[in-house]
């Protein structure tokens, strides 16, 4: 099972001591088969990666570039970059990116390039409220996947995060029987290689206790829950009582 902490634009230097509960979990649970990957700010990845040396934790980015290659773009960076930094993973598709304009066709992009810089890609995707109530989930998420992995023979380094829009930090979660369907359907669509899918949306210490159940999801990526290392130790606890 993985657990994916998506920090999102929060953290500092400070806030990585806090990871000492974190560290000193993962490392009396050693023989646990749970993977914890933690996905702070670009500004964090460098100093995090140190701390987790000797560490079963890994680390990743939000998100990059489209070229590995270097460049004239002003304020970004690339999955090569990241990679030079100590990242293994990279959060690719957010819907808080796709919202700001970020297309299926740009993804695509960024996930090659990331694949060539050998990062790990977490794919995110996930309907809006409005296309779940208009009855389109199952469309969006074949769309998605099709667009945003067009090309890509290779799927062996891709994991999904299956997010629904509306779940994402409102407290919401699917109704596990719908959650359940729309896993399957991803699923489906890749056959018998199916990646891993991940869910996200409020993951926390409570709701927990009801996707845990769900056996067809292969771990959580979490975000506002993440932030809180006694929160998020829980939610790994929980999963297995
Ligand atoms: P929340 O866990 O805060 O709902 O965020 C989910 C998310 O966007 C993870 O990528």
Redesign the pocket.
């Known amino acids: 099972m993985y657990f994916?902490a998506?920090w999102?634009m929060y953290g500092d230097l400070k806030t990585l001591n806090s990871l000492d509960k974190v560290i000193k979990f993962s490392k009396d649970n050693r023989k646990n088969k749970f993977k914890i990957v933690y996905c702070p700010p670009n500004t964090l990845i460098r100093p995090l990666s140190k701390r987790l040396i000797k560490t079963k934790i890994e680390v990743g980015a939000q998100n990059c570039h489209e070229s590995e290659n270097s460049g004239a773009h002003t304020g970004q960076v690339n999955s090569k970059m990241l990679r030079n930094v100590g990242a293994k993973y990279v959060?690719l598709g957010?819907?808080?990116n796709r919202q700001i304009g970020e297309t299926d066709s740009l993804i695509n992009s960024k996930i090659k390039s990331s694949i060539k810089s050998g990062l790990k890609i977490i794919f995110?995707i996930g309907e809006t409220l409005k296309e779940r109530r208009s009855k389109k989930t199952n469309q969006t998420l074949s769309l998605q996947i099709k667009k945003g992995l067009k090309s890509i023979k290779n799927k062996s380094n891709i994991i999904i995060?299956y997010?629904p829009v509306w779940?994402?930090?409102?407290?919401l979660i699917p109704k596990s029987e719908d959650l359940i369907k729309s896993i399957k359907f991803i699923k489906k669509k890749f056959g018998k290689k199916s990646p891993k899918i991940l869910y996200?949306?409020?993951?926390?210490n409570i709701s927990i206790s009801q996707l845990k159940k769900i056996s067809v999801i292969d771990g959580f990526?979490?975000?506002?829950?993440?932030q809180d290392s006694k929160k998020f130790i829980d939610i790994i606890k929980k999963t297995y009582i």
């Open positions: 994916i998506n999102k959060i957010h819907s808080e995110c995060a997010e779940s994402i930090g409102t407290g996200g949306g409020s993951v926390n990526l979490i975000g506002g829950a993440s």
